[in-house]
């Protein structure tokens, strides 16, 4: 027995000696500390980062931990590790002692000001310092300056505090790569001479430089620059600018500017700066290792590094590098910034406030895991080209999963030129806001080959509103699942993808495989699905099977679209099956062979070409009424048209390069064209007047509405082609406005079936209006027949049509639904009243069945109904643009167009995402434990 009890102990003590039993020194660091220490305990710590220095300038050892006093801060830049080697099991750490309770101790990247601050001449808000510490040169500049620990503004012009149209300048002449000219710029020469200025270049690229002179000849100014707009691409026309980083500019509250020369810094303040805390970021980096290997970072809180806060430089591959636990904040380019390295894990930890990019590394076999990333990039024009993203990843077989990534500029995820990356159990929502052309998961380059994109959940990807950085016609192009020019075989599968402006999911590559993903949204921009080839790409041999395609507007311009600049033939861009199509708020239609929106056809036109004919449209699509996303119609309070039935003829309707018959019900029998197909009401009758001209239009005039009101257009129609037809109201007279947004585009089957169609909208403005269909018929002998033709003021009242029901946790987790509405899968089987179980990093679109009426609703007992509130989200069709993705329900059907814009805060908290986030404490926690009970059995046994 005794045997026994010693074998136990020792097998026991050697299952924790992974943590317990290592090498080296531990030195502690603490605020109250004295460098004169030896740093070897706690009671006698070290105090500053200079000290640290002169520690590692012996070269560490394997098994040598750093530790920081949680709840104290330390200033400086650690040396770099150049040849750092820890060993497994014995890795060189930088960590955290004391006081759990404690936050993270933070390594710092400013200093505070501790020069006084005098006022300056030209404005008595305006202070200024000199910033006198050694580190900074007399030709660096800042990147931040923090004012009791908020974040300040570069002084700009225009101010962002201008309306949108008035917030930048704009190009008015592109002389060359080195010079532009705007007249919006009046200032005496020489006024913005040394000034940055940040350009806009294109959606995806905003570009800095340096002025090295500006004139102004009383007209125009011209701009030179220190070095040229060399990104390749020249300053066009047209496009935005603003400068910064003048004193000149400082001139609302929280602005500042730093002239390197004479390093002073100016800040607008409307309290005495000298009665509060001010830092500037001047160090650029908390930590940097070159050729190292098994290196820990732990429970650091790494904070306003002028560049990044963690840096690996190029060289010789660094080995077996591990971030746990870590918050990184405010660093002017990324969090960390690493190339070179393999075996590589960054898990359980935070990035905010960063403007290019939250990780940007180059390695194989990295592990991104179980981190959050947000509120990037949102400083605008301080995104380097490309720059604002969540992750950024090249090289071979990395994995990023279980990552939340919110309010992004540009793109949330990148795998560029990545062979094999394995892209799973993202939650992605709230990306290209001020930037786009990209997507939430986005890839890119030639050398991205394999790899796999899984059960990620996407939503919400939309542009904040115009604020003018762009021309006010360029639509942005935000899309959910991008994989860009040139990545060759990927496989995108079993993710979710809702609430996204243009492209649920697009390509302009190859040999893809997009599989089992559910896709939600409004056509309002591009199509569901896009697939483009642009010069150079061969786009050829996409495949998408099995994914679900549900649209939730009827102004949805369509489910997919194919489009070459190169070919005039898009036949083998892609093929189709197994799919299912629906919208029940109006038509399906796609666009192939480069026909555009304005060549739209529907579903009957997409099968004849043999394009997907092991597809379907969902029963939905045959449902009357149809959804609205306004709601459901209470009253018909009037018909407002004239002759809405064609009783006796086609009066009052006119035909613009058409003619108009009039059909008697009676003649119904008749298979003929110029019968009426519907057996109970005569039609109207449209068909071309010239039949070399195929374009048409059929209206009724004198139609009063009134801004605010709500109308419904309605009618049945059927045709001998399938036709489609843009139906909505527009001005009478000059400058035909159109009342309600836009046209709505109906596909009318060419089978001779009647079918009900119907728009509602609401009125923007109050006028007399005709109600207008158009079109291009396709052929000359097609004819359109119409009748019931109403157009009626109604009342509505809300109505939840469908929700999406989304869990990003890593467990099942109960939502609630809205007790009086039953809903169903989209296929019909199944009712769903009162709540849903969701299993783990999936979803489900449910949609309105009935109402009830059900005196209580409650949940199944379950541990994990709890996290409903934190990790689990319904998106419907009601939405509040502010909210965070905290709470329980948000809309997947809209922009978040009241989110305002700020120049340098984040948009919204969120909680990490779920993960296994404190999976390392209870580790060392267990092993502690284990060797604890097995000394003491030790004892036991020695005894």
Not at 486 to 499: A, D, H, L, R
Not at 707 to 716: A, E, H, L, M, S
Request: proline share 5%; with cysteine; aromatic share 12%.
């Amino acid at each position: 027995m005794m045997g026994l009890v010693v074998w136990l102990s020792l097998l026991l003590i050697a299952s924790s000696s992974s943590s317990l039993l290592v090498g080296g020194t531990t030195y502690y660091f603490a605020q109250n500390g004295s460098d004169a220490n030896t740093c070897a305990t706690m009671s006698a710590p070290c105090r500053s980062i200079n000290r640290l220095n002169a520690l590692l300038s012996g070269g560490p050892v394997a098994g040598d931990a750093f530790l920081f006093r949680k709840g104290d801060t330390f200033y400086g830049s650690v040396s770099a590790l150049n040849g750092g080697q820890g060993t497994q099991g014995n890795p060189i750490t930088f960590g955290a002692y004391a006081d759990n309770l404690k936050p993270q101790p933070i390594i710092s990247g400013t200093t505070v000001i501790s020069t006084p601050w005098t006022r300056t001449d030209n404005n008595n808000n305006v202070w200024s310092s000199s910033l006198t510490n050694k580190n900074i040169s007399t030709n660096d500049g800042l990147a931040n300056v923090f004012v009791e620990g908020v974040k300040m503004t570069w002084a700009r012009s225009p101010n962002l505090s201008q309306p949108p149209e008035d917030r930048y300048y704009t190009i008015t002449a592109s002389l060359n790569m080195n010079t532009f000219q705007s007249t919006d710029v009046r200032d005496a020469s020489g006024t913005w001479d040394g000034a940055v200025v940040r350009v806009r270049l294109y959606l995806w690229s905003v570009t800095t430089r340096t002025v090295q002179s500006h004139t102004f000849d009383g007209t125009t100014a011209t701009f030179t620059f220190t070095q040229p707009f060399n990104d390749g691409y020249q300053p066009s026309v047209g496009w935005k600018f603003f400068l910064e980083n003048k004193l000149v500019a400082v001139d609302v509250p929280g602005e500042w500017s730093f002239d390197a020369p004479s390093s002073s810094l100016s800040l607008y303040s409307l309290v005495d700066p000298n009665t509060l805390t001010v830092e500037a970021s001047i160090y650029p980096y908390a930590f940097q290792f070159v050729n190292s290997n098994y290196i820990t970072f732990s429970d650091l809180h790494l904070h306003g590094q002028m560049q990044s806060a963690i840096v690996g430089n190029s060289g010789p591959t660094s080995r077996y590098i591990r971030v746990e636990n870590c918050t990184f904040t405010d660093q002017e380019y990324a969090g960390m910034q690493i190339g070179s390295v393999s075996n590589f894990l960054i898990t359980n930890s935070s990035f905010s406030g960063m403007q290019n990019s939250g990780i940007n590394l180059y390695g194989s076999s990295v592990s991104v895991i179980g981190n959050r990333f947000y509120s990037i990039g949102l400083v605008q024009g301080h995104q380097n080209q490309g720059g604002g993203v969540g992750i950024q990843l090249v090289g071979a077989n990395n994995v990023i999963s279980y990552n939340h990534i919110y309010d992004i500029s540009y793109n949330g995820i990148v795998f560029t030129n990545s062979r094999d990356a394995s892209i799973y159990n993202n939650y992605v929502t709230r990306c290209t806001l001020t930037m786009s052309d990209g997507g939430a998961i986005y890839s890119y380059g030639t050398e991205t080959l394999g790899g796999v994109v899984k059960d990620n959940i996407v939503t919400d990807i939309f542009s904040l509103p115009w604020d003018g950085f762009t021309p006010e016609d360029e639509d942005p192009l935000n899309n959910g699942i991008y994989i860009d020019n040139w990545c060759n075989n990927v496989t995108i599968s079993g993710n979710t993808v809702v609430n996204i402006h243009n492209s649920n999911l697009f390509t302009n590559s190859y040999n893809h495989i997009w599989s089992n993903n559910l896709l939600v949204g409004d056509g309002s921009s591009g199509s569901v699905i896009g697939v483009n080839e642009m010069s150079g790409n061969n786009v050829v041999n996409n495949v998408y099977i099995n994914n679900t395609i549900y649209i939730r507007s009827p102004l949805g311009r369509g489910v997919l679209s194919e489009n070459s600049n190169v070919r005039s033939t898009t036949s083998h861009m892609a093929s189709y099956s197994k799919n299912i199509y629906c919208n029940p708020y109006g038509s399906i239609f796609f666009s192939w062979d480069n026909a555009g929106y304005a060549g739209a056809r529907g579903w009957e036109s997409w099968q004849s070409v043999n394009r997907d004919q092991g597809s379907s449209s969902c029963a939905l699509q045959q449902q009357q009424p149809r959804f609205s996303s306004l709601g459901k119609i209470n009253n018909v309070i009037s018909v407002l048209n004239q002759n809405p039935t064609f009783n006796t003829s086609t009066s009052s309707w006119g035909c613009d390069r058409c003619t108009v018959t009039w059909l008697s019900s009676s003649s119904s029998s008749s298979s003929s064209s110029s019968s009426s197909p519907f057996p109970s009401f005569p039609a109207a009758m449209i068909t071309l007047r010239d039949p070399s001209i195929l374009n048409m239009q059929f209206q009724q005039g004198g139609l009063q509405v009134t801004q605010g009101q709500t109308y419904r257009i309605r009618f049945t129609a059927t045709a001998t082609h399938e036709t489609a037809w843009f139906t909505g109201l527009q001005m009478d007279h000059a400058p035909w406005s159109n009342p309600a947004g836009g046209l709505l585009t109906f596909i009318i089957p060419g089978d001779r079936v009647p079918r009900n169609f119907e728009e509602i909208f609401v009125a923007t403005f109050t006028d007399t209006v005709m109600i207008n269909f158009s079109g291009k018929f396709p052929s000359s002998n097609t004819s359109i027949y119409i009748t019931n033709m109403f157009f009626e003021q109604v009342t509505m009242s809300p109505q939840t049509w469908d929700y999406v029901a989304i869990n990003p946790s890593s467990s099942p987790t109960i939502i609630s639904l809205p007790s009086n509405i039953s809903f169903s899968t989209l296929d019909g089987s199944g009712t769903y009243a009162c709540f849903i179980i969701i299993p783990p990093w999936s979803s489900k679109l449910l949609v309105y069945k009935a109402m009830h009426n059900i005196s209580s609703c409650t949940a199944p007992a379950s541990s994990s109904s709890s996290s409903s509130s934190s990790s689990s989200f319904i998106t419907s069709t009601t939405f509040s643009a502010s909210s965070s993705p905290t709470s329980t329900s948000f809309s997947a059907s809209s922009s978040p167009t009241s989110t305002s814009f700020s120049s340098s805060t984040s948009l919204s908290p969120s909680p990490p995402v779920p993960s296994s986030s404190n999976r390392n404490a209870y580790s060392a926690a267990v092993k502690l434990i284990m060797a604890t009970v097995g000394l003491v059995l030790f004892i036991i046994a020695c005894v």
